[in-house]
């Protein structure tokens, strides 16, 4: 039985990906919020988000679960993340 009071985790969910819809739906974030984080960097693609053949978005729920307990910082790193692979 499903505990309602309880906030799922990646372990309830045994998968690494999940579609955007899917992630919007477990996480209460809406899609705008995950494309604006792609957008400015915070997200980046194929670490927290990926577009798979059929050009749908997942999202890596466990990258995305790092990113939270990682704090406020993470806009940083995500920044120098970026420049460290333009660089090799």
Do not use: Q
């Amino acid at each position: 039985m499903f505990d309602r009071g309880r906030v799922m985790s990646t372990e309830d969910i045994n998968m690494k990906w999940v579609k955007l819809k899917k992630y919007c739906e477990l996480s209460g974030d809406t899609p705008h919020a995950v494309h604006a984080r792609r957008r400015k960097g915070i997200w980046l693609d194929g670490l927290h988000t990926r577009l798979a053949g059929d050009r749908r978005l997942w999202v890596n729920l466990e990258a995305v679960e790092k990113w939270i307990e990682s704090g406020p910082n993470m806009e940083t790193c995500s920044r120098k993340h970026k420049e460290a692979a333009k660089h090799g």
